[in-house]
C-alpha cells in the first residue's frame, strides 16, 4: 500500500511539568561490586508525552474545529457541531449551530509548537521498513506488545528468528492495530521447551533526550572522558530522528 504520512510523529518532547516520583530502596549485586542506594521512579507515559505537543481533534473539511456530541434520547445520535471556547477555555459544542455532515469531518493532528495540521494516519494494517541493531529499542518508549505467530508456516517464522538472533537485529515495521500508527520492532525471544516467538514492541516517542524525563549528570572527569570517547566510537544516538 502506498501511503502519504504528512506529519510524523517522530522526536516528541515533553513540555516542563513537575514529575510526581516515588522513593525506591535499590540493591544492585554482580560478580564484582555490590550497590545498595535510594533512588527514585517515575512512570514514563506515552500518552501524556505525546499530548504535551500533539493534538488529536476532528475538523471541517473547511478548516474549522468540530466536535462530536450525542443528539436525542437513550444513546442518542452522534453529530458534529462547529466548537467554541467556553468560559474556562475548554472546547465544546456549539450545539445552537447547524451540524456538519459526517463525510465533511476529518480526524486531524496538530503539531502545537509549529501550528501544522495534518489528517491522522489511520491506514489499518502492517509494513516493513528496515533492520536496525536491537539495542535501538533502547532509544524508545515500548507502549504495548504483541505476539504474532503462525499456525501452518513456523518454518518461515523460525527462518526470521534465527535470522534476529545470528545477526544481533531487530526488524522495524509501521503497523496500525486499531487506528493510530506506531513503530514497531520486531523481535525474537527464546522459550524453554524448544519454544520461540516473534514479538512486535510498539513505540512512537523516543527517550533518548535530555527532556523526556529527569536525567543525571557524570560529574566523575574519568569517566566523563570514557563516555565521551565510547559515544565518538559508536556515535550519537540521539541526533538519529528516525529509526
Known sequence: MNKKTELSVENILAQNKKVTARD?????????????????????DGKKILSARFEEMYQSTRGERV???????????????????????????DTDAKPIPKDQVVKVIMDSESGHVAKKDDNKGIWFSKLVKSDV??????????NIWSDTNADSCLKIYDYLIETNQVGVYRYN???????????????????F?????????RI?????APTMVIKSAQIKEKEKSRLQEIGICSAIEEV
Request: aromatic share 14%.
Open 24 to 44: 525506591l530502596h535499590f540493591i544492585f549485586k554482580c560478580d564484582k561490586f555490590e550497590i545498595e542506594t535510594n533512588l527514585k521512579s517515575h512512570r514514563l
Open 137 to 146: 529499542m533502547n532509544n524508545w518508549l515500548i507502549e504495548n506488545t504483541y
Open 208 to 212: 533518548d533526550k535530555p527532556d523526556i
Open 67 to 93: 466536535i462530536g456530541k450525542k443528539v436525542g434520547y437513550v444513546n442518542g445520535n452522534l453529530q458534529y457541531f462547529p466548537a467554541v471556547e467556553d468560559e474556562k477555555g475548554k472546547w465544546v459544542a
Open 177 to 195: 492495530p486499531d487506528g493510530t500508527t506506531f513503530n514497531a520492532f520486531l523481535f525474537p525471544q527464546r522459550v524453554n521447551g524448544g519454544h
Open 197 to 205: 516467538r516473534l514479538l512486535l514492541a510498539l513505540a512512537r516517542t
